[in-house]
């Protein structure tokens, strides 16, 4: 599996397209989607594990991180 966050309800993950993707990989993305995939939810924490599977011109970003990155720009 590629990329796994932990999440707690209320948090938030951002799918962030790359914008210099072309026209091919665009149509490629829309035809095959990104895998999103719920793999364990554990009920003493208030947490779920959350894996994604997405072509490299796909970022996956916790709301943490993308606030962050958009501060230092």
Known sequence: ??????RRPG???HII?????SA????????NGITVTLTKINDTRSRAKIGFEAP??????????LER???SL
């Open 1 to 6: 599996m590629g990329l796994v966050l932990e």
């Open 11 to 13: 948090q938030a993950v």
């Open 17 to 21: 397209f790359d914008e210099n993707m």
């Open 24 to 31: 091919a990989e665009f149509d490629e993305l829309l035809r």
């Open 56 to 65: 490299g011109s796909i970022t996956i970003l916790r709301e943490e991180l």
């Open 69 to 71: 990155r958009r501060n």
